[in-house]
Structures are given as structure tokens and as C-alpha cells.
């Protein structure tokens, strides 16, 4: 999907030459877009469905190393540093945001029951909350869930 920045100044996007999926940004007032992971770049093979956090500091996406498995969720600073991957699959959109920017909601990893986890960005904890398909946070505390 697109999304604006935080400061609404640029837009994140997946989409890449020859099919590579890549995570894109680009200049809202125009301009030239550049590879922020994937097609290779950071040494990640494929990304997409990506997510900044609140704040724009971290983004957190799908996709694989170019040397390892895929279907991995990655999380990292929003210039590309710190790049690392955390529990958790797919989720609409990738990696939904607590408000405050502490956790993101998505998917278990294998995802065979239908269990929604909740993922600590800094620990990498997970906690298993409800079982369900999406789920969005109201707030910082509660979870909308779709089962």
C-alpha cells in the first residue's frame, strides 16, 4: 500500500523495476524516489507491506533476506539502519502500530489457528492475545479484532 509520511512530506510505497518488490519513498512536492529495502538493497531480497511507525522513526515490512528464507518480518530505523527481524507474519497492513509506536499487532508466525500476537519492537516478545484473522489498535491499550 501507499502511505504518507508522518509529516506528510513524502510517500512510502511498494513497487520496483522487473517485478522486485521493493520498498520505495518519494517526495510529495516530486522528485526522484529511492529503494529504502529490497530489489537487493540493505540485503533484503523482497519488501513489501511495509508500515512507519507514528512517529516515522521505524518501519516494519514482509519480505526476505536475499541469502535467507522469505516471509520474514523485518523491523528497522526508517533510514535503513538497525535492520532485524521480529516474530510475526502477515497483518493488514504489515505490522499495525500501536499509537504510542511500542508494538505492533499481527499475525502469528505460522498462523495455523488463527492467533493474534502482539510484538514488543524493543524485546521482541511476543504475546499471544486472541485468536481472529486482523486486528487494529483503538488505542494504546485495546484491540479491534476481526474474527
Do not use: C
Not at 529490497?38 to 507514528?54: D, K, M, W
Amino acid at each position: 500500500g501507499i502511505q504518507f509520511t508522518p509529516d506528510g512530506s513524502s510517500l512510502v510505497y511498494t513497487g520496483g523495476p522487473d517485478g522486485d518488490a521493493e520498498m520505495r519513498i518519494v517526495p510529495v512536492a516530486g522528485g526522484q524516489s529511492r529503494v529504502l529495502f529490497g530489489g537487493g538493497h540493505r540485503g533484503v531480497g523482497h519488501a513489501g507491506s511495509g508500515a512507519l511507525s507514528p512517529d516515522g522513526s521505524l518501519v516494519t515490512f514482509m519480505g526476505h533476506l536475499v541469502s535467507g528464507p522469505g516471509a520474514l518480518r523485518f523491523v528497522a530505523n526508517a533510514d535503513g539502519t538497525d535492520l532485524r527481524t521480529i516474530r510475526g507474519r502477515n497483518s493488514s497492513p504489515a505490522g499495525v502500530w500501536s499509537p504510542d509506536g511500542s508494538r505492533i499487532v499481527a499475525l502469528m508466525p505460522d498462523n495455523r489457528h488463527g492467533g493474534i500476537i502482539v510484538i514488543d519492537v524493543v524485546t521482541g516478545d511476543a504475546l499471544l492475545v486472541a485468536k481472529g484473522s486482523e486486528a487494529i489498535w483503538l488505542d494504546d491499550h485495546t484491540l479491534l479484532i476481526d474474527v
